[in-house]
Nanobody, 119 residues
Framework: QVQLVESGGGLVQTGESLRLSCKASGSILRINSMGWYRQAPGKQRELVAI???????HYKDSVKGRFTISRDYVKNMVYLQMSSLKPEDTAVYYC?????????????WGQGTQVTVSS
């Protein structure tokens, strides 16, 4: 099986920074993409940033210029560097990976890590 484990969440003040990390482990042939989603209270889960193999990046409009996604392709890790944090960034952040193995492609999710930004 495949497991994703996130770390790096916490409580910060407006304007500060956090770096989230996620590691994929288990039976992996190829990781087609890794990304970050978030879910705020009373809202649906939404895409924050995603990085496709080959280097293509996509960001939610409200985080462009503040957040940066990156990958370690050897260690099967993805990072989200979050700067200039705002209270509206408060949410549970989930790591996502699209992984190919044995001719199948599946989505996998981490357990989530809480990010809280106070004013």
């Amino acid at each position: 099986q495949v497991q994703l484990v996130e770390s790096g969440g916490g409580l910060v003040q407006t304007g500060e920074s956090l770096r989230l990390s996620c590691k994929a482990s288990g039976s992996i042939l190829r990781i087609n993409s890794m990304g970050w989603y978030r879910q705020a209270p009373g809202k649906q889960r939404e895409l924050v940033a995603i990085l496709i193999d080959g280097g293509t990046e996509h960001y939610k409009d409200s985080v462009k210029g503040r957040f940066t996604i990156s990958r370690d392709y050897v260690k099967n890790m993805v990072y989200l560097q979050m700067s200039s944090l705002k209270p509206e960034d408060t949410a549970v952040y989930y790591c996502n990976a699209v992984i190919a193995n044995g001719g199948q492609v599946n989505d996998y999710w981490g357990q989530g890590t809480q990010v809280t930004v106070s004013s």
